[in-house]
């Protein structure tokens, strides 16, 4: 029988900000924990994905960015390899959409926006609390930086061989409320189908042109090109150099792996093989 080696990669938003590294790893040392002491990929990667929305500096969640009204709306995704689906659009009071977007996996419907996403959470109990977020030229604390389309995405993948990816985001700077980023768009900022998965980060309007996750998944999957390889082709052919972008991905073996064409604060995990 075939041995699956957990492993888990994180990444922290693609473009200009905070040295984010440090914070990265404590969400993959959470995933890594969890996956260690026998917790499954899904869970692996969604409360890693809660450690970095509720860390300010990472346009998500808490530290999300304002949007052009003045409002604060947050977006997340969550897919597993065996086809399930949650996504959440532009959430209002929602500093954990992911665990909105996750409790989504089993139900009939795959997605819910805005207010009526809002609502399905009250009656689920998901917590509703103000999240101050902060505005593009950045002020939260000490934090001072200039936020673009950043995101953070986490793929988990366990033993059994179930891999999850799940991202978040407060979507891009200098956006109007009711505009739609790549991250709650299947196949643009994320995709998983069996042991393979990608997940985006960056200006979200040049991911979701390019189908990017999706067409990179297809790449590495059909063309059996490296993860790395595909990556980098990804955003060498299907996007502008003047956007900022950034990949993760996560297959059956081995690490994963992180590429952009700009700083993207990246990191991993896999466990010993000899367990
Ligand atoms: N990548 C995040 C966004 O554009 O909404």
């Not at 389309?149 to 999850?164: E, K, N, W, Y």
């Not at 407060?170 to 505009?179: I, L």
């Not at 709650?184 to 990608?198: I, K, N, Q, R, T």
């Not at 979200?204 to 999706?214: C, F």
Request: charged letters at 20%; a negative charge; hydrophobic letters at 40%.
């Amino acid at each position: 029988m075939e041995i699956i080696i957990p492993a888990v990669i994180a990444h922290g938003g693609a473009g200009p900000g905070p040295n984010r590294q440090e914070n990265l790893e404590v969400a993959v040392q959470k995933a890594a924990n969890i996956l260690k002491s026998g917790g499954n990929a899904l869970e692996a990667a969604v409360e890693a994905c809660v450690i970095l929305e509720d860390d300010p500096v990472f346009n998500a969640g808490t530290g999300s960015v304002i949007r052009t009204d003045g409002s604060v709306l947050t977006d997340a995704s969550i897919q597993i390899g065996d086809g399930r689906v949650g996504f959440v659009i532009a959430m209002e009071d929602t500093p954990n959409p992911i665990r909105v977007a996750a409790d989504l996996l089993d139900e009939e419907i795959n997605g819910l926006t805005s207010e009526g996403a809002r609502i399905w959470a009250d009656n689920r109990g998901h917590q509703r609390s103000k999240v101050a977020g902060r505005s593009p030229e950045g002020q939260i604390g000490d934090i001072n930086t200039e936020i673009m389309g950043d995101t953070v995405g986490v793929i988990a993948r366990d033993s059994s061989g179930m891999i999850v990816v799940a991202t978040s985001t407060g979507g891009c700077s200098f956006r109007p409320p009711g505009r739609v980023g790549d991250v709650p768009l299947p196949g643009s900022g994320f995709w998983a189908e069996d042991c393979l998965a990608v997940a985006a980060t960056g200006i979200g309007e040049a991911i979701t042109r390019a189908l990017l996750s999706n067409k990179v998944y297809e790449r590495i999957k059909n063309e059996e090109v490296s993860l790395e390889d595909s990556m980098e082709w990804g955003i060498r052919t299907l996007i502008s150099p003047e956007h900022s972008v950034g990949l993760i991905a996560l297959g059956s073996t081995g690490a994963g792996i992180g590429v952009a064409n700009t700083d993207m604060p990246w990191a991993t995990w896999e466990a010993e093989s000899n367990g």
